[in-house]
């Protein structure tokens, strides 16, 4: 009971702003509707958030604040009463993504992007670990969408990279832009929050073969998989193991590599992945899947499904 009061406190202090209207169809994204509802559940906010993160990297401010305030709605439903009182013997947990939520949507007003894409971060996070819990406990909400929905898969879009592809419901999307290697830039990733199923972890990623390869025009498929080979050593991976490098496969239509291999990681032990990439004029597309060795099966349908559903809609 304390522990929720101080959160409550926290929340005043912060002088954050409560209370949205309803949820509203998004112009920019069609086919992603969120109606007017009375049913609450982790499921639905961390639909809303991860599609906060997406309109984030879009830089949708307006669609970011908008999904952002229906994920705070429903948070609030689960924690507060019919009264608007902080319901009895309520988890902590909620009270924890509301205020990363709410976070967010102040550190988007006071324009410091940098601090709201680490709170986005967390708040699906966490989000992701409660419906983890939800699901070892057998317990199922309903959640009601128009959102595209494919056998409990979502749609992850990416305008300002020209990428969409499916992921499960109930893993994590993670608003990750940074550098790697001379042009490089991991996008986005997406990862199953439970070290006991081998912490399954997919991402995708562009790179700019221009500044990879500045003495060539033209970059083949060859060329592309030799100098990933390159550069992936004991260094960035320590005991690393290579099972097959290939140049039989296909992303998003196109003839790709294949690079598998395992590895040693210092926190979580031994580790198995597969990366899958192709050349389309200057730039090169990876997307690759990452698990504990003893659970990589277990996942590698889900990471299957994702590259066959990865789609290039431009490439600008």
């Not at 509203?24 to 599609?51: C, E, F, H, W, Y």
């Not at 290579?242 to 690079?259: C, H, K, M, P, V």
């Not at 090169?284 to 499904?305: E, I, K, R």
Request: hydrophobic fraction near 35%; glycine fraction near 6%.
């Amino acid at each position: 009971m304390i522990t929720t009061l101080c959160a409550v406190l926290v929340f005043n202090s912060l002088g954050i702003r409560m209370g949205y209207a309803i949820y509203i169809q998004s112009n920019d994204r069609p086919g992603t509707t969120i109606p007017a509802t009375t049913t609450t559940s982790p499921s639905l906010a961390k639909m809303l958030v991860d599609n906060a993160i997406q309109e984030f990297q879009n830089n949708d401010i307006n669609n970011t604040i908008t999904y952002l305030a229906g994920a705070e709605q429903e948070l609030s439903s689960l924690i507060l009463d019919g009264n608007g009182s902080v319901a009895h013997q309520i988890s902590i947990q909620p009270l924890t993504i509301l205020l990363f939520v709410k976070t967010a949507i102040q550190s988007i007003d006071d324009h410091d992007f940098r601090k709201a894409r680490i709170y986005l971060n967390l708040a699906d996070q966490e989000l992701g670990i409660s419906m983890l819990d939800t699901s070892n406990s057998k317990t199922k909400a309903t959640a009601t969408t128009n959102a595209t929905f494919d056998k409990n898969y979502l749609t992850y879009t990416n305008n300002k990279y020209g990428i969409k592809l499916q992921y499960p419901h109930n893993w994590v999307v993670e608003a990750d832009d940074y550098t790697t290697g001379a042009g490089g830039m991991q996008i986005a990733s997406f990862y199953l929050p439970d070290t006991n199923k081998g912490l399954p972890f997919f991402r995708i990623g562009v790179d700019d073969v221009s500044k990879e390869f500045p003495n060539l025009q033209k970059v083949s498929i060859n060329q592309y998989l030799h100098r990933s080979l390159a550069h992936k050593n004991s260094t960035g991976f320590p005991g690393f193991n290579l099972i097959e490098s290939n140049t039989n496969n296909r992303l998003a239509g196109n003839l790709a590599y294949t690079i598998a291999w395992t590895y040693t990681h210092q926190t979580y032990g031994s580790r198995k992945s597969i990366e899958i990439a192709t050349v389309i004029g200057g730039k090169g597309y990876f997307v690759d899947y990452t698990a504990a060795t003893a659970n990589f099966s277990n996942y590698l349908p889900d990471a299957q499904n994702m590259i066959k559903s990865f789609q290039i809609t431009s490439n600008g």
